[in-house]
T-cell receptor, first 110, second 115 residues
Framework: DAKTTQPTSMDCAEGRAANLPCNHSTISGNEYVYWYRQIHSQGPQYIIHGLKNNETNEMASLIITEDRKSSTLILPHATLRDTAVYYCIVRASNTGKLIFGQGTTLQVKP | NAGVTQTPKFRILKIGQSMTLQCTQDMNHNYMYWYRQDPGMGLKLIYYSVGAGITDKGEVPNGYNVSRSTTEDFPLRLELAAPSQTSVYFC??????????????FGSGTRLTVV
């Protein structure tokens, strides 16, 4: 599975959009990009995933560059409850394993 | 549905003792996983299973054993507990490997301390 690079930490003002970047320059054609978050030592929570196209759900949007070497998770209106560690993971479609990196600690401030 | 249930939530073990961390899911997921998370670190995959009777090693399998006799249950066994196994253990399940919506469902974790 391809490795990912994320900033260690980021801040965001409450009510503003939070844009979390992820580099995955060695991603293969059959690898999906997944985003999870972990709030205060709870079990990780699935946010969104995609292969090539941009994706949007009730939680967030995922923007994947055309060459698929990087992506951005967008939380459109961040709240204090969005403070968490956000993990970007790439995983092949034919394997069962999610390999977590260090993630980005997002602090949403009032 | 209860989702993924882990027991116990907390446990203190003495060095050399053994124990089994229980994990059960009621979503009829075929894939199940065990992760550990040390303080301030990301999750590390210990073992995973793609179906009853099938298990495979993850990133950090040493010191652990698993079995998968039913679709619902995936217990993690610690033999001869060591202080290095002090960690929070998460169990997870999913329908399949990748590309499906909702990804993994995680349990709430077992916090284990070995003294």
């Amino acid at each position: 599975d391809a490795k990912t690079t994320q900033p260690t930490s980021m801040d965001c003002a409450e009510g503003r959009a939070a844009n979390l970047p992820c580099n995955h320059s060695t991603i293969s054609g059959n690898e999906y990009v997944y985003w999870y978050r972990q709030i205060h030592s709870q079990g990780p929570q699935y946010i969104i995933h995609g292969l090539k196209n941009n994706e949007t759900n009730e939680m967030a949007s995922l923007i994947i560059t055309e060459d698929r070497k990087s992506s951005t998770l967008i939380l459109p209106h961040a709240t204090l409850r969005d403070t968490a560690v956000y993990y970007c993971i790439v995983r092949a479609s034919n394997t069962g394993k999610l390999i977590f990196g260090q993630g980005t600690t997002l602090q949403v401030k009032p | 549905n209860a989702g993924v249930t882990q027991t116990p939530k907390f446990r203190i073990l003495k060095i050399g003792q053994s124990m089994t961390l229980q994990c059960t899911q009621d979503m009829n997921h075929n894939y199940m996983y065990w992760y550990r998370q040390d303080p301030g670190m990301g999750l590390k995959l210990i073992y995973y299973s793609v179906g009853a009777g099938i298990t495979d090693k993850g990133e950090v399998p040493n010191g652990y054993n698993v079995s998968r006799s039913t679709t619902e249950d995936f217990p993690l066994r610690l033999e001869l507990a060591a202080p290095s196994q002090t960690s929070v253990y998460f169990c997870a399940s999913s329908y399949s490997g990748a590309g499906y919506g909702n990804g993994y469902t995680f349990g709430s974790g077992t916090r284990l301390t070995v003294v």
